[in-house]
């Protein structure tokens, strides 16, 4: 009969298990096996016992401190690693061994010793005077009967009696039957199928079953027979082995099973021999009546489990163990049936390649099964019908070979979980523990297609790889070709050794053979490599691998571990990284720093993905879910390998990696092992723990024994540091005891003297002592000296057992012959507890039994307790599928994807899930993740669970404010704290705490208590072992008060992160690996509390939590002193420092050897001075400038004071923090996070930073700027901003009002001509308005509206009027950008020229007309700069003279660079009009303007032509919206905007044109190729094109740019400066006639073109600075002009602007994009330049005339309305005297230098001189003459005259952008002139050499250079005539 088996598909379709509520207490067997353990622990003497009995007589606290002691004596004797429960259990020992004795004699000695093993004679002489000091106040006798008793009851002595002490127990399941229940006639006898329960209780030894339980003998005669039968015949001796109810059990078996008698007299005599004759007849002769009495048994008897090793290994659900049905052939049949029915759709569901799983299986309805199932068991009893196995094929899978699927088809497996142990299994059960075997398995035969890979036949690249290797091994070569010539993605489940990692390097080989250039080039930079692998320790292992591997390819291998961090430098030069899931999760996470990095991986290899279901699981989940979606949106191929050992449910691993089951899947089970591994298991069955230990030891030493015997070398691996020397000393005492002492002794071979010599040099006194007995100790704790000793004297044989640690296993690749496990419990500080072995850490140490060169088999044994045994066989035996832990952590990555942006919305959240191993598990076993049948059979997909988690999960998010949740909308929006959460990997729980307890106001004893309430710690528990060393710690270490003190979790922590600050010793080996785990996490904790604190704007709770970082870091507290951070100064040297209390200040005063005097030690003052210069410090200089009276801005100047040391400070630079603190309000205006490069440390360059910060009234008396360094404690600078002498600049004047007019028709003009240039009937309000000023009146207008409300037409206006009235007069219409000046001339030579047939003329630096061109223009197009340069000599250009109108555009960038010249020629106009008394009209147009009353008197406009309109008065109007992104590197934040860019468009308009703005040329393609992948996941990529696709394809074929080809096929365009000018022209034909939606242009396209659109998208207000080699903001007048360009007058009803900023700059922006921005003077820069035009011009001659010139600027008037901007002091009339007098002084001197001027003797009249008026006429810097004048001589060769040239100032300004200095040294490679190699960022280097490719015609890298080239040749040009002037 097979044993009773009770499966999960019974369980599912019937209420034999009643399992409605999976919350119910399930009573398994866990549950029994755990209360009878507590019953025996009870029972006996306990600890509890003894301290009642002790305590409960007198002087309590005296007896308190005896146990106390004999507890620390115990602990001495048995050590800390096993936990209390050991400690105590060894103390009751010692009470019961000395509670009669005085001294400790040798019995007693004996009796400890066999217990414990070796242990120091002073604890037990310790404990033998506690016990006596304990027992004397009691009597001798008390206690003598007081431990009588309490054995008696134990007497483990008593064997059980079967069937008898049989307890009543409730925890049995009845069927409910149904109400319609069909009956049948047969008559009902009392014997109920269903409740034959029938029970033995499986106990031996010790752990006899308790008298207490009520005892009731069997009800008939019969029954009894068997057990006497049994008794008799095992009392003569016979089966020793077996226990008397073991014996019944296998017996009654026989008899009740269909055997006829014959074939049981057989088998019953193969079991008993030849002995039990006589008992065999018996029972064959009595057989039916001794079942029959068994059966009969009252059906309310229930009891024990059967034998538990047969119920070892069920399924991964509750075992339901008091019920065991008896089946019938029929129904066993049926269930069969179904069950496989079920199989096969579940296999359906998962081969289909849609994956929708099995529905069809759902087609059974569970009522109806179980109707079935209660009918049959009915009829059962009287149908015994035989019927034939139906035989059934599986799926077969090509690369799958599983004997275990194999096996089930072998009929001998019937039996439940039987079939689950493979065949050939030992069984042993003794009184001391029970024993499985399992053999190790017979290699798979080879098949006939399987052919080896020899190395030899592989391309040349994988032969250097595998250099030294003849061929890939077996599976190596079965997976070879998928691997190595496909991109498949692959799940290789293969046994530990079984060379995976060769795998690995097939498919890195196929990577990099991808990436390789004919000619054997490897494009390194294009692709890279991660590999996931779970530990560090194997982290580091898989670098060294494949860093030798890969050397000889050039292949770079870094590890990227907590440990081994890298700069970003280093992670774009490494191809391929090795890191820890966890490490790899956080530079995923991190959208900002790299994305680029995630964005050219290429393979991603997940080593032991079976992790899966282990505690880090979920992050390998989030890991795959974020790679596979990011394959899918970005169209990327990025490969996925899975590396496992062997799993039972590898196509949910596979379909969860999207690998395909029939190329990908890779299944190879034990047979593949490369020595194949025989498994043992021992479970020892005491409960007493001390009992435990000792036998374990003992079974441990008898393995050991048995293996050296054979000769074989053994490992045996402990769980503690402190447990090897112990064991290893238990082992060698052991072996004396038993004088087998000799066994192992190593062998006395040549080399043994010269290794004793080197272990005698070791100063490790146990392994000096145990390596004559043949023995060795490794662990972590050892030198690396020792621990390589001990590896090589193993392999050499010379050690017979080393006893070692895990990381051994993990670490070093050292095999032996067996391994073996003693105990399974290991402590993992991140629970805080002794927790089970893992499986992962069991199979790596088992993958170490067995040497591939010596070995035929290797044995692996694992020793653990009884109880535990079931748990590892399930395990090893791979029987439980791996189930998915995500669930637990689903808010955490939930947040991170926000964070990340992937995932906004519920929808694409549920979507998320679906990428995850939990979706695939919840699927195919829906009731393990609390999903009931019927939800699932309603909604198969699991789409209303899945968001039933995320609402559940954002809703906890957005209550900790981590996200915002909308549920309305369901959209999910990220916040600070929620990004600080993800980058710092800190859990939901810990913000929860945050928010609750954190604030402005906390101390840093606060700070430490919120850090140790976080819920990373809250595993670490307070064990009463560990209070004594605590408060110890607290007493010593402990700077700041612990809350909670010692006897709390967190006042633990607290305690553990002060004592790791102060550099605490700690001795408890707990202590220890908690102190590392608190270590290691706090200082990520409070990194995010000062990232929080950053974001509030908390400056002292900031600068607090900063100081706090570098403490736990640097591991000093922060009143030690700041030299301490230095490794190289003796104790002594600083401890001096302190008690003199010479502060780095004062240090850096002294000399050497005043210092040297100060500490009694001379020499070493210089190393002192020398550190002391190495502490980074800088020195600030603020300068103030008040924009409005609400605005300041700040012009910081850093310098670097301190010397670089490359040790110290490493080669990149220093990073610091800076932040603007109002200190009455304890508030952060403005915080930034800066870096000071090594090279400006080096030539102490300073760094400008220029940022605004708002000021209120009244003032505040000061604000404070400061700096701190991020990583060095005591380095930080404060300056202090003064408001004292702040004067605010003047209110401004009101905004006109626009009138509500009616409006006017353009037939007002008057003219037919005129009306007819115009396309519409009537002017818009505000030409209406401005109308009558323009056109009728000459004053001076200055009209300042927003962009798009027509101002172009004013323009017009003012022409016609001097077209009508002034015939003959020029007009002149200055714009500021060629681009300008293009699209003007283009509009007017059609509308003015041929219309009007008015003469129209462009001059600019491209096109140079001749002066007769000009003298007949009549409307002259021009630039300032062009203009400036011709109007300088206007006493010599009679057309100068003719001009009547000068018509200024944009005349608000008046501010920005090339404002100055705007200025003079308004300046020089204005003083022409003086002079000739003709005057010259003045038409300014510009957007709305702050202070335009200034402009409007300098302009000389009286009330009536200025013409202000607020911004708000837009034809259409405009809706702004600003957002802020985080992130403090440019590149990747403008890669975190790509997505809100998307989104923006698809939700202001998805339908109209888009115009994002970008800095440059790089960003347009990036952003567009970004924002193709979102529009590939989208139902239709090419919305945004509204052509046919078959006319934008000839359309692209004519066009030049790659990129552009790709991005217009989906409707998006580019325009940029580097286009060629065909491209360009075809782009913007497309886009403006609709057939493109979105096109994304650098910013100049805001002013050259006007192309409106519905909705602009400014991504990103920075712009690359090439002079100052960094990021700058774009002036503010820029970001309005792009945002002017939203909304289309004749289309739109209103514009939108999406504006995308640094987060830190957004305040800024929302204050000037509602309010206008004022306009300031830049004249002061550039004085002397213009005061050198008006000498040489003649307009100046002396000093007095410079101040009156002076007074004619712009400048003037805003000096004195806005002084504290231009550092003017007060504005009395003196002080703005002397001001000026010393600015016209200082420029004269300066041009004097210059040699461009003289001053005459009576200081002053002044002259010009030559190189003066050469400088005017050519438009050239002074300073560029000077050089010119002094650097030129006749005999200068070519080389150095190229070098004068391009070291002329004008070059500063040409760009050298980003990585451009390579590009100029590859550039200069190829060119004849050599110039200056470290000087390729220069700008004056770039142009020396573009000039040399420009001669002789060189290819140039890219296009930017061409733009570069014709950019600076006009500069060439002038500079050369200049040269020409001056060498004359």
Not at 994 to 1013: G, M, P, W, Y
């Amino acid at each position: 009969m097979s044993p009773p088996r009770l499966t999960g598909a019974l369980r599912s379709f019937s209420s034999v298990s009643k399992k409605e509520d999976i919350n119910e207490r399930l009573y398994d067997l866990k549950t029994k096996r755990l209360k009878r353990r507590e019953l025996f622990a009870r029972e006996g003497l306990t600890w509890q016992k003894i301290a009642h009995l002790c305590l409960d007589h007198q002087d309590n606290a005296k007896q308190q401190a005896e146990l106390k002691s004999l507890l620390q004596a115990a602990k001495e004797i048995v050590g800390t690693e096993h936990g209390q429960a050991a400690v105590e259990s060894a103390a009751v020992f010692l009470f019961e061994t000395f509670h009669n004795k005085d001294h400790v004699g040798t019995e007693e000695t004996r009796a400890i010793k066999q217990m414990f093993g070796p242990f120091p004679s002073s604890a037990a002489e310790a404990s033998c005077a506690c016990v006596a000091r304990l027992v004397a106040p009691l009597g001798d006798s008390r206690v003598e009967n007081y431990i009588q008793s309490l054995s008696s009851r134990h007497n483990p002595q008593r064997g059980p009696s079967f069937g008898r002490n049989i307890a009543f127990s409730y925890d049995c399941y009845a069927l409910d039957p149904l109400e319609e229940m069909p009956r049948s006639d047969v008559n009902e006898e009392n014997v109920s199928l269903d409740f034959i329960n029938f029970f033995n209780i499986q106990q031996s030894g010790r752990n006899a079953a308790s008298e207490d339980a009520p005892g009731s003998s069997l009800s008939s005669g019969d029954g009894a027979i068997l057990r006497t039968e049994v008794e008799r015949y095992l009392n003569g001796g016979n089966m020793i082995s077996s226990s008397p109810e073991e014996l019944c059990t296998s017996l009654f078996e026989m008899l009740a099973s269909h055997k006829s008698n014959d074939e049981l007299q057989n088998e019953l005599f193969e079991l008993l021999g030849p002995e039990g004759l006589e008992m065999i007849s018996t029972l064959l002769r009595r057989r039916a009546a001794i079942v029959d009495s068994l059966l009969s048994m009252p059906p309310d008897r229930t009891g024990y489990p059967p034998d538990v090793s047969r119920l070892a290994i069920g399924e991964a659900k509750p075992t339901f163990a008091c019920q065991v049905t008896i089946q019938s052939e029929q129904e066993k049949q049926m269930m069969k049936l179904y069950r496989r029915e079920e199989k096969r759709e579940r296999k359906r569901g998962k081969g289909g390649e849609d994956g929708d799983s099995s529905e069809a299986a759902l087609t059974f309805d569970p009522r109806e099964m179980r109707t079935q199932r209660e009918q049959a068991l009915l009829t059962a009893r009287r149908d015994p019908i035989l019927s034939r196995d139906r035989v059934y094929e599986r799926i077969r899978y090509p690369n799958v070979y599983d004997c275990y699927v194999e096996a089930t088809k072998m009929p001998a497996f019937v039996g439940g979980a039987k079939m689950l142990l493979p065949e050939g299994i030992r069984r042993d059960n003794t009184k001391m523990y029970e024993e499985v075997a399992i053999p190790p398995s017979d290699p798979m035969s080879i098949g006939f297609e399987e052919k080896p890979v020899f190395i030899s036949e592989l391309d040349e690249v994988a032969q250097l790889v595998f250099k030294g290797m003849k061929r890939l091994n077996r599976i190596q070569s079965l997976v070879f070709e998928t691997a190595y010539n496909t991109n498949e993605n692959l799940l290789i489940c293969a046994p530990t050794g079984a060379g995976k990692t060769n795998i690995a390097m097939l498919t890195v080989l196929h990577v990099i053979n991808q990436h390789l250039q004919p000619g054997g080039v490897i494009k390194k930079d294009e692709f890279k490599i991660v590999y996931v692998a779970p530990m560090k320790a194997l982290a580091a292992e898989m670098t060294k691998y494949f860093g030798k591997r890969l050397e000889p390819l050039g292949i770079t291998v870094k590890e990227l571990t907590g440990d081994m961090q890298l700069t970003k430098g280093e992670i774009l030069r490494t191809q391929m990284l090795v890191t820890t899931p966890e490490k790899w999760d956080v530079v995923t996470r991190k959208s900002v720093g790299d994305v680029a990095l995630s964005q050219i991986v290429r393979l991603l290899i997940l080593d032991e993905v079976h992790l899966l279901h282990e505690d880090r699981g979920p992050v390998l989940e989030s890991l795959v879910a974020r790679t596979i979606r990011q394959v899918e949106s970005t169209q990327s191929m990025i490969r996925i390998l899975g590396l496992s050992a062997t799993l039972p449910n590898y196509l949910d691993v596979a379909s969860f990696l999207h690998v395909n089951p029939y190329i990908g899947l890779f299944f190879f089970d034990s047979r593949f092992r490369p020595v194949p591994l025989g498994q043992t298991f021992v479970g020892v069955k005491s409960t007493n723990k001390i009992q435990q230990l000792h036998d374990m030891e003992e079974v441990c030493y008898n393995k050991v024994l048995e293996q050296v015997k054979n000769g074989h070398q053994v490992m045996v691996f402990v769980h503690a540091r402190n447990a090897t020397v112990r064991t290893g000393m238990g082992l060698i005492e052991m072996a004396k005891n038993h004088g087998e002492t000799g066994f192992f002794q190593p062998n006395q071979s040549a080399d043994y003297g010269q290794c004793e010599k080197q272990i005698q040099r070791s100063r490790n006194k146990q392994m000096k002592e145990m390596f004559p007995e043949g023995f060795g100790i490794h662990h972590a704790g050892m030198l690396r000296s020792d621990r390589s000793m001990m590896e090589s004297m193993f392999s050499k044989g010379h050690l017979k057992v080393l006893v070692c640690t895990a990381t051994l296993a993990w670490g070093v690749n050292l095999p032996a012959h067996a391994v073996i496990i003693k105990g399974t419990q290991i402590y993992d500080a991140k629970r805080g507890a002794l927790v089970d072995l893992g499986i992962l850490d069991v199979m790596q140490i088992f993958g170490r039994a067995g040497r591939p060169q010596f070995d035929k088999y290797g044995e692996g044994t694992i020793i653990t307790t009884h109880d535990k045994l079931s748990h590892y066989l399930t395990l090893l035996t791979q029987q439980n599928p791996i189930e998915s832990q995500f669930l637990d952590s689903l808010a955490d990555n939930l947040n991170a994807e926000v964070a990340l942006g992937t995932v906004t919305n519920v929808e694409e959240a549920v979507k998320w899930l679906s990428y995850t191993y939990l979706f695939v598990r919840m699927r195919a076993n829906p009731l393990a993740y609390g999903i009931n049948h019927k939800a699932y059979q309603m909604d198969p997909s699991l789409e209303l669970y899945r968001k039933e988690l995320v609402v559940e999960a954002g809703r906890k998010l957005d209550k900790a404010r981590m996200i915002r949740f909308e549920e309305r909308t369901g959209y999910y929006a990220s916040t600070d704290m929620g990004r600080t959460a993800s980058h710092f990997y800190i859990r939901y729980n810990t913000i929860e705490t945050f928010n609750e307890l954190f604030n402005s106001q906390r101390t840093e004893a606060d700070i430490f208590s919120i850090v140790s309430k976080a819920e990373e710690f809250d595993q670490l528990k307070v064990r009463d072992e560990e209070l004594e060393e605590l408060d110890q710690l607290l007493c010593n270490y402990c700077e700041l008060p612990a809350a909670g003190g010692v006897e709390n979790g967190y006042g633990k922590i607290n305690v553990l992160l002060q004592t790791y600050i102060s550099r605490g010793e700690v001795d408890s080996f707990s202590l220890i690996s908690d102190l590392s785990y608190v270590a290691q996490n706090a200082a990520r904790i409070v990194r995010a509390l000062f990232e929080i604190a950053l974001r509030k704007r908390w400056p002292t709770m900031t600068y607090r939590l900063l100081t706090l970082c570098k403490v736990i870091d640097k591991r000093l507290w922060g009143f030690a002193h700041p030299l301490r951070q230095f490794p190289n100064l003796s104790h002594v040297v600083l401890n001096r420092l302190e008690e003199k209390k010479l502060t780095v200040d004062k240090l850096k005063e002294m000399r050497k050897d005043e210092i040297g005097h100060m500490l009694h030690h001379v020499n070493v003052g210089l190393s002192v001075k020398q550190c002391v210069h190495q502490i980074p410090a800088i020195t600030m200089e603020a300068n103030i400038q008040p924009i409005t009276r609400t605005v300041l801005r700040v012009r910081l100047v850093i310098t670097p004071d301190f010397r670089w040391h490359d040790q110290v400070h490493g080669s990149v630079g220093e990073p610091w923090w800076l932040w603007v603190e109002d200190p009455i309000n304890d508030h952060i205006y403005h915080s930034e996070y800066i870096l000071l490069q090594k090279k400006q440390v080096v030539s102490e360059e300073p760094q400008h930073i220029v940022f605004t910060i708002p000021i209120f009234e009244p003032l505040p008396s000061q604000y404070y700027i400061r700096a701190v360094s991020d990583r060095w404690l005591g380095a930080e600078a404060v300056c202090a901003i003064n408001f004292q002498n702040l004067i605010l600049p003047e209110r401004h004047p009101p905004h006109t009002e626009l009138l509500d007019l009616q409006p006017l028709p353009v037939t007002a003009l008057g003219s037919r001509e005129f009306e007819s240039l115009f396309k519409f009937t009537h002017f818009n309000p505000i030409q209406t308005q401005i109308f009558h000023t323009l056109y009728h009146t000459d004053t001076n207008v200055l009209l300042g509206a927003p962009t798009g409300s027509g101002k172009t037409i004013a323009a017009e206006m003012a022409m016609f009027r001097v077209f009508n009235q002034y015939p003959g007069a020029k007009v002149v219409y200055i714009a500021p950008l060629k681009a300008l000046v293009r699209e003007r001339i283009e509009d007017w030579k059609v509308r003015i020229e041929e219309k009007l047939g008015k003469k129209v003329v462009e001059l600019t630096g491209d096109v140079t007309p001749d002066m007769r061109a000009i003298a007949q223009a009549d409307l002259i197009v021009t630039t300032p700069e062009k203009w400036d340069g011709v109007s300088r000599s206007w006493q010599n250009r009679s057309y100068v003279q003719k001009v009547a109108i000068l018509i200024i555009d944009e005349i608000h960038l008046l501010g920005e660079d090339r404002g100055p010249v705007l200025e003079v020629i308004v300046s020089r106009t204005n003083f022409i009009s003086s002079h000739t008394s003709k005057s010259v009209r003045v038409v300014g147009l510009s957007t709305a303007l702050a202070n335009a009353r200034d402009l409007a008197d300098w302009l000389g406009i009286e009330q009536v032509g200025l013409f202000n309109f607020r911004p708000s008065v837009r034809p259409v109007p405009l809706e702004v919206h600003i957002h802020g992104f985080p992130g403090q590197h440019y590149c990747p934040r403008m890669a975190s905007m790509n997505k809100p860019t998307f989104q923006a468009i698809r939700s202001h308009s998805p339908a109209k044109p888009v115009l994002i703005f970008v800095s440059s040329r790089r960003q347009t393609r990036l952003t567009a190729l970004d924002l193709i992948a979102y529009l590939a996941t989208e139902d239709n990529p090419k919305q945004w094109l509204h052509q046919d696709e078959r006319e934008i394809e000839v359309i692209i074929a004519t066009l030049r740019d790659s990129n552009l080809k790709l991005t217009l096929a989906f409707g998006i365009g580019m325009h940029h400066a580097g286009l060629h000018e065909r491209d360009r022209k075809t782009v913007e034909e497309l886009f403006v006639n609709c057939k493109i939606q979105v096109l994304i242009a650098t910013s100049t396209l805001a002013w050259g073109v006007n192309f409106p659109a519905h909705l602009v998208v400014v991504k990103g207000t920075e712009y690359y600075d090439g002079k100052t080699r960094r990021y700058v903001d774009y002036p503010i007048t820029d970001v309005l002009q792009m945002m002017g360009r939203a909304g289309r007058p004749q289309f739109d009803d209103q514009g939108k602007a999406v504006i995308l900023v640094h987060d830190i700059k957004k305040d800024f922006y929302k204050k000037f994009l509602y309010e206008p921005f004022p306009v300031e003077s830049s004249l002061l820069s550039v004085l002397s330049d213009h005061l050198n035009a008006e000498v040489a011009a003649g307009t100046i001659s002396s000093k007095q005339d410079a101040m009156d010139y002076i007074t004619w600027t712009y400048f003037f008037r805003r000096l004195v309305m806005n002084p504290s901007y231009y550092n003017l002091e007060d504005v009395s009339h003196e002080s703005i005297n002397k001001f000026l007098s010393n600015l016209v002084e200082k420029s004269l001197r300066d041009l004097e230098c210059s040699y461009c001027l003289e001053i005459k003797e009576d200081d002053r009249t002044i002259e010009p001189l030559t190189y003066g008026r050469i400088s005017s006429y050519y438009y050239l810097k002074h300073q560029t003459i000077r050089t010119f004048k002094e650097r030129l001589r006749a005999e200068l060769p070519l080389h150095e005259l190229l070098s004068v040239l391009t070291d002329a100032e004008e070059f500063a300004e040409l760009p050298v952008r980003h990585n451009e200095d390579q590009l100029n040294s590859q550039l200069a490679q190829q060119l004849p002139l050599k110039v200056n190699p470290h000087s390729y960022d220069s700008a004056h280097t770039k142009t020396n050499l573009l000039l040399q490719a420009h001669f002789s015609h060189a290819q140039l890298p890219c296009s930017d250079y061409n733009t570069d080239t014709k950019t600076g040749a006009g500069q060439h040009h002038t500079s050369l005539s200049g040269h020409a002037g001056c060498s004359r």
